[in-house]
């Protein structure tokens, strides 16, 4: 019942004939471990079936997933659209190395309509890149627009949401990328990156990667093949939970903003309520009392862990503005709404009740 492990780098051919097939065959599973393996081959045939597509593949890391298909993709001369609300690894993929390489990037707000269409260089954009929702205060991108537009290959990083969470290929979206690192693997022990879509588009990324070598490990494949038997239990009753304690932080007098979609005071609820089956299992907070409300938070909580990360059976909790976006000046950090009294919670599979009573006790009213 259980998948098995390939630990395998290497096969063994039978002669010359079988050595010529195996080294010829397209994402060949029994020729050499960066073609291809059977244990991560079964992960992406799990990820291709949650995510309604015909093909998946996987990735040494969710970043890995993300070069290697902007690189797969673009050249120098080429154009990029992006959203500015990125996972701060991927804009600064964007910024540095992309530009570097002569890829030129255009930043729009992915909040607002018509603003990627808006972007598009006719015959000159390559690629059109979202993430929904976003990293850390959960705003969203219009999936349905996104799918609609016509000439560039459109990318959706969808790891807050999880396949659970929201298909975006049934709203016509080329590419869903997701870090499996998340809540996709789930249990903090593997690094992973997957992307899904058409098989032909991903075929032909696949003859980039066995270059680019970002190659996905067996091992935590197999974690990860294990942590998607319970994925879909696990999100239902993490969402759940960061609901009930996103809409009771709301009310307590320390916090002076909650941001989760499936909050009625979210400005883009009703979106939520349209493209998401769940609204996800990461909540931020904004405390009234700043940089040192924060501190106290994170220096008393019991249950809660501090941590990065998201999506595994613990509840972590994390500070952007000295972590993730501890290089940008106050001003930048200001524009990007992350401000000093931030938090990031990934909500785990504890009691949310529990989970209230140990954020609460270390809630200081300013
Ligand atoms: C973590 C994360 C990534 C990067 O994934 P890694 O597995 O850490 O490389 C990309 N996008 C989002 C939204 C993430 O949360």
Redesign the pocket.
């Known amino acids: 019942m259980a998948p098995a492990l390939w630990a395998s780098s290497v096969w063994e051919s039978s002669g010359l004939v079988d050595a010529n097939r195996r080294a010829t065959t397209l994402r060949s599973t029994e020729f050499y471990g960066r073609y291809a393996n059977p244990t991560v081959s079964s992960f992406e045939e799990a990820v291709a079936a949650l995510e309604g597509a015909e093909s998946s593949l996987a990735f040494?890391?969710?970043?890995?997933?993300?070069s290697t298909v902007v690189l797969a993709l673009c050249s120098a001369g080429d154009h990029i659209v992006a959203q500015r609300q990125?996972?701060s690894?991927?804009l600064a993929f964007l910024q540095g190395p992309c530009k570097r390489f002569g890829i030129d990037v255009t930043f729009v707000d992915g909040t607002e309509p018509g603003a990627f269409a808006a972007a598009v260089q006719p015959g000159r954009t390559m690629l059109v890149i979202a993430?929904t929702p976003?990293?850390p205060l959960l705003e969203l991108v219009d999936l349905d627009e996104l799918g609609a537009l016509r000439g560039p290959i459109t990318l959706v990083?969808?790891?807050?949401a999880t396949p659970i969470g929201q298909q975006p290929i049934a709203h016509g979206v080329h590419l869903s990328?997701?870090?499996?690192?998340?809540g996709i693997a789930g249990h903090n022990d593997a690094?992973?990156?997957v992307v899904s879509g058409e098989r032909e588009l991903l075929d032909s990324i696949w003859s980039y990667s066995v270059l680019h070598g970002a190659t996905a490990s067996p091992f935590d494949a197999l974690n990860a093949l294990r942590g998607i038997r319970t994925l879909s239990v696990r999100t239902t009753h993490q969402a759940a939970s960061a609901l009930h304690i996103a809409e009771t932080l709301q009310r307590h007098p320390a916090v002076s903003a909650v941001h989760y979609p499936g909050l009625h005071t979210h400005k883009q609820h009703d979106l939520a309520k349209r493209q998401m089956d769940h609204f996800g299992t990461v909540l931020t907070i904004d405390l009234a009392g700043g940089r040192a409300a924060a501190e106290h938070l994170l220096d008393n909580v019991k249950l809660v862990h501090v941590a990065t990360?998201?999506?595994g059976p613990e509840t972590l909790m994390s500070h952007p503005r000295t972590t993730t976006h501890a290089s940008l000046t106050d001003a930048e950090a200001a524009e990007q709404g992350v401000g000093p009294g931030l938090l990031r919670i990934s909500i785990g599979l504890e009691d949310p009740d529990d989970l209230l009573t140990d954020l609460t006790n270390g809630l200081i009213v300013p």
């Open positions: 040494a890391s969710g970043m890995g997933a993300i990125l996972y690894a991927t993430e976003s990293n990083d969808s790891t807050f990328l997701h870090s499996a690192t998340k690094t992973l990156g990360s998201l999506g």
